[in-house]
């Protein structure tokens, strides 16, 4: 097997996400480009460089370190698909979240349809919910979401110590 031939997907992960560069958003996404699985504060679907940008700036300050490695690619007419491993620490507050200072990694796919050698369409399904399990506060933190077993042996230990 060789090495996969870099695609217009691998230049997005790592000039965009990698390297933090917003004015390849403008080079790489069509003026008219839809992010369809990625929406903006008022559930719209990201469309063109404008309404990518304060998505993209948001997530790139909660996780200033964020890097996205290309797993794997797979090229069919107009359109790349990849998927891809996601890590980074959560050390700002875009997403909506205090800085945990927490590290994430999760997984996603993209497919892009290029036009003009630009992104014109792009289906993205990445695992938010394991990364905000990941942001999370450990259980014996947050007693609101400590289990009923460990009130009942919390309990049973003040019993047998008279308390």
């Not at 719209?44 to 200033?64: I, M, Q, S, V």
């Not at 979240?97 to 590290?103: D, G, I, Q, V, W």
């Not at 994430?104 to 990445?126: C, H, L, Q, S, Y």
Request: with cysteine; net charge negative.
């Amino acid at each position: 097997m060789t090495d996969q031939e870099p695609t217009l997907v691998h230049r997005w992960f790592e000039e965009v996400w990698n390297k933090g560069r917003a004015e390849a958003i403008d080079e790489m996404l069509d003026c008219d480009g839809i992010a369809h699985g990625l929406t903006d504060e008022s559930g719209n679907e990201l469309c063109g460089p404008k309404g990518f940008k304060p998505f993209f700036e948001n997530f790139r300050k909660a996780f200033p370190d964020l890097k996205v490695k290309v797993e794997d690619t797979v090229v069919e007419g107009d359109k790349i698909a990849a998927r891809c491993t996601v890590t980074g620490t959560h050390a700002g507050e875009g997403i909506g979240l205090a800085a945990t200072n927490r590290p994430v990694e999760f997984t996603g796919m993209t497919i892009v349809r290029v036009k003009d050698g630009k992104i014109a369409e792009a289906w993205n399904n990445f695992d938010f919910m394991s990364m905000f399990q990941q942001l999370a506060p450990p259980a014996a933190d947050n007693p609101e979401t400590r289990s009923k077993d460990a009130t009942e042996d919390a309990t049973s230990d003040r019993l047998d110590y008279g308390i």
